[in-house]
Nanobody, 124 residues
Framework: DVQLQASGGGLVQVGGSLRLSCTASGSGFTHDDYVIGWYRQAPGKAREEVSCFRTSDGRTEHSNSVRDRFSMSSDIARNTVYLQMNSLKPEDTARYYC???????????????WGKGTLVTVSS
C-alpha cells in the first residue's frame, strides 16, 4: 500500500514559482511500476489532471494549460516526485493533489492512491 503526502503549496504572486513535492510512504514506488500524477481542483470546478509521470520509462506529460510552464521530476529512490511551477497565473490557484496507480501506463482519474492536497494561491 502507498500513502501520499503533498507539500510545498503557498501564496505566490503572478509570475512567481513554486515547487510541490509528493512523498510516498508505505511500500513506495520502487517495487512496482506506477503512474504518478498531479491533479488540481479549484473551488467550484472539477478536478483536472495537470502532469503525469510513468516510472517504467520516465516519460512525463502535461496538460496544454501548463505544458510550457510546469515540469515534473522524480527521485524514485526517495519515493518523491516534484512539480515545478513557473510563471504562475491566477487560474493556477487550486488545491493540488498527487495521486498514483500501480501497474498502469497512463494517468487516470481512477487512481488507486490519493494524497491530501496542498493549496496554491496565486495573487494578482
Amino acid at each position: 500500500d502507498v500513502q501520499l503526502q503533498a507539500s510545498g503549496g503557498g501564496l505566490v504572486q503572478v509570475g512567481g514559482s513554486l515547487r510541490l513535492s509528493c512523498t510516498a510512504s508505505g511500500s513506495g514506488f520502487t517495487h512496482d511500476d506506477y503512474v504518478i500524477g498531479w491533479y488540481r481542483q479549484a473551488p467550484g470546478k472539477a478536478r483536472e489532471e495537470v502532469s503525469c509521470f510513468r516510472t517504467s520509462d520516465g516519460r512525463t506529460e502535461h496538460s496544454n494549460s501548463v505544458r510550457d510552464r510546469f515540469s515534473m521530476s522524480s527521485d524514485i529512490a526517495r519515493n518523491t516526485v516534484y512539480l515545478q511551477m513557473n510563471s504562475l497565473k491566477p487560474e493556477d490557484t487550486a488545491r493540488y493533489y498527487c495521486a498514483a496507480r500501480r501497474n498502469f501506463r497512463t494517468c487516470t482519474i481512477l487512481m488507486d492512491y490519493w494524497g491530501k492536497g496542498t493549496l496554491v494561491t496565486v495573487s494578482s
